[in-house]
């Protein structure tokens, strides 16, 4: 009798990548570190890391109530974009994770909405094209110091 393979029990994650896998940061990321010299050459100043705001922004802006994520393509699924690629292997187990990782975007949004937080995002492919970067960083801070603080 054939076995069905959706009850079959996932392969073991192979050693080269487990290894590789550790090796992905979550902080400080080249495309983060892009984004804050270019947000820093605007004259703008910034905190890090906020953990006591939902998600922990990569860059807040607190005089503003601006959240800026600095988002991989990968990770959390830039529409249209190349870099966004499913694994071959285990990929139900990719579907579930990259599903969760969207949703709790979508969820630390909400939150940070609820808290008075305008939120924005810049994909890594955009940190490729600094010459488009710095124009829409500037948009986006400009339009947030012209908003009026409540």
Not at 21 to 50: D, Q
Request: hydrophobic share 35%; charged share 30%.
């Amino acid at each position: 009798m054939p076995s069905d393979s959706s009850t079959q029990p996932e392969p073991p994650v192979p050693a080269a990548r487990s290894a590789l896998m550790s090796r992905v940061r979550g902080a400080n990321t080249k495309p983060e570190l892009v984004v804050r010299r270019a947000v820093h050459a605007l004259g703008y100043r910034f905190r890090l890391h906020r953990r006591d705001l939902p998600g922990s922004p990569d860059l807040v802006f607190p005089r503003l109530r601006l959240a800026l994520f600095v988002h991989g393509c990968f990770w959390h699924r830039h529409q249209g974009c190349r870099r966004t690629t499913t694994p071959k292997t285990r990929v139900e187990f990719w579907a579930n994770k990259f599903e969760a990782n969207v949703r709790r975007d979508e969820r630390v949004v909400a939150e940070l909405q609820a808290l008075g937080w305008r939120c924005e995002t810049i994909w890594e492919c955009e940190t490729a094209r600094p010459d488009e970067l710095q124009p829409k960083l500037k948009r986006l801070l400009e339009a947030a110091d012209r908003r009026p603080v409540s």
